[in-house]
C-alpha cells in the first residue's frame, strides 16, 4: 500500500490531534525564542504564535472551526487557570492584604478608564456603533468579555480578537513604559497591566517579577468582576444615551 | 497532579453553579478561585482538612503548572483573528490605534492611582 500525500493530509486536517499538536509545536518554538532574547517584550509568544498559526490556516485553507476542534483542548484550561491563581493570590496574602485600598481605588479608577477611553476614542474616529460596543470589554479576560458583548448585542468574535491585541499590546509596552517613567513598584506595575491586559498581561509580570505577577492576577480577577457592572452603564450613558 | 486538578475542576465547577444559580454577573471561574482561596485559609485553621491535594504542597505545585503557562492558553482565541480579516481590512488601523491609546492611558491611570493612593496611606499613617 502507498499513502497518497494528500489523503493523509485531508484525514489528517480534520483531526484534533494535528490542530492541537501545531498549537504546542509553535507556541514551544516562539516561547523559545523569548526566552533566548531575554525576555524581550517584542519577542511576545503570544503575539508570534497567533500570527504563525493564522498565516498557516489561511495558507492551508483550513477552516477556524476545524482548528478549534483541537485547540479546544488548550482554550478549556484558562478556566482551571484561572482558579489556579487562588495559589499565588493565599502565598502571597500578606503583601495583598497590606495594599488592599490602593488596589480598590485603582481597579475603579483604571477599570473606568479602560470602557470610557475606548468608547470615546472609538466614536470619535468615527466606527460603527456595533463595533464600538464590541470593543467596549477588550479590558477583561476572553470568556467574560465573549459573555458581556454577547448581552450588548454586539458581535462577541470581534470582541475576543480585541481582547487578545489589548493583551498584547499591553504586555509589550508595560516594561518599556514603566522603567521610561522610573516606577519602581512592582505591586503597582503588576497591578496595572493586569487590569488593561488581562492573562496575556499577567502572564508577562510572571515572566518579570513574582509580585507583579500576583497582583496582576488579582487585578485581572477583580476587573472582571467590575467590568462586567460597568460596561452595560457605560455603553447607556456613552453610546444609547 | 491528578486530585489537584480535580480539586481545581470541582472549584471551578462549584463556582459556575453558584454564580448560575444566583444569576450573578461574575465569571464562574472568578468565584471558583476565592472558593479555593478559602479552602487554603481554611486549612490553616482546622487541620482536619488538611488532607489529599491540600497537603504537602499539591494544589499549589499544580496550580504553579497551570499558571506557567499561561500565554499559551491565549493562543486559539487570538488565532480566531482568521475569522474577522475582512473587517479588520476595512477598520484594522483604526482599531489597533483605538486599542493602542486606551491600553496606554488605562496603563498610566491605573498605575498613578495605586502609587498616589498608596503614599497618601503611608503619609497618613506617619503622622496621626
Known sequence: MTADPFSLWVYLSQTPLLWLTVTLLVYASTDALSLATGRHPLANPVFHAMWIIAAFLLATGTSYTTYFGGAQFVHFLLGPATVALAVPLYENRRIVAAAIVPMLVALVVGCATAIVSVVLLARAFGLPDNIVLSLAPKSVTAGVAMGISQSLGADASLTAVAVILTGIMGAIVVTPLMNRMGITDYRARGFAVGLASHGIGTARAFQVDAVAGVFAGIAMSLNALVTSLLVPLAVTLLVRG | ?128
Open chain 2, 1 to 128: 497532579m491528578i486530585a489537584s486538578l480535580t480539586l481545581i475542576l470541582l472549584c471551578q465547577l462549584a463556582g459556575e453553579i453558584f454564580v448560575h444559580g444566583l444569576a450573578l454577573p461574575v465569571p464562574g471561574p472568578v468565584m471558583g478561585m476565592l472558593f479555593l482561596l478559602v479552602l487554603l485559609l481554611a486549612r490553616d485553621k482546622f487541620d482536619w482538612l488538611a488532607c489529599g491535594p491540600l497537603q504537602g504542597g499539591g494544589v499549589e505545585g499544580g496550580a504553579r503548572g497551570l499558571l506557567a503557562h499561561l500565554s499559551l492558553l491565549f493562543v486559539p482565541a487570538g488565532v480566531g483573528v482568521v475569522q474577522k480579516l475582512d473587517l479588520l481590512a476595512e477598520h484594522g488601523v483604526v482599531i489597533a490605534v483605538v486599542l493602542a491609546i486606551s491600553v496606554l492611558v488605562t496603563l498610566l491611570v491605573t498605575v498613578g492611582t495605586f502609587l498616589v493612593v498608596g503614599r497618601l496611606m503611608t503619609r497618613k499613617r506617619a503622622t496621626p
